[in-house]
């Protein structure tokens, strides 16, 4: 599975944006994707994640309810909307994907997956 994330960019806080990831060399409604991000100095974290299927959704408590993830099998992408960004959003975001069939709880762990993309830059300015 290749991923190719896109949509980064800069944003004033409060402001919107929406990245993509683009899946390609496997049937992606056969894969459960998510979102990490890891911003200046700090460790990656997970941000969203979407199973396959019934496209289960889990979030970090930190983007609940500003943060929207989906999927589009038809066109083999998943985006993640972010909305009423902060600063402390700033981060490269990456995406990931797995073959497995993860619990929901799962989807938060890094070691759950087995493919990542590149990241693309998101800058929340204040």
């Known amino acids: 599975v290749q991923l190719q994330a896109s949509g980064g960019g800069l944003v004033q806080a409060g402001g919107s944006l929406r990245v993509s990831c683009a899946a390609s060399?496997?049937?992606?409604?056969?894969?459960?994707m998510a979102w990490f991000r890891q911003g200046p100095g700090k460790e990656r974290d997970f941000v969203a994640g979407?199973?396959?299927?019934?496209?289960?959704?889990h979030y970090a408590d930190s983007v609940k309810g500003r943060f929207t993830i989906s999927r589009d099998d038809a066109k083999n992408t998943v985006y993640l909307q972010m909305n009423s960004l902060k600063p402390e959003d700033t981060a490269v975001y990456y995406c990931?994907?797995?073959?497995?069939?993860?619990?929901?709880?799962?989807?938060?762990?890094?070691?759950?997956?087995?493919?990542w993309g590149k990241g693309t830059q998101v800058t929340v300015s204040s």
């Open positions: 990931a994907a797995t073959l497995g069939y993860p619990i929901l709880s799962s989807l938060g762990r890094s070691i759950t997956y087995e493919y």
């Open positions: 060399g496997r049937t992606f409604s056969s894969v459960a």
């Open positions: 979407i199973r396959r299927r019934r496209s289960d959704t």
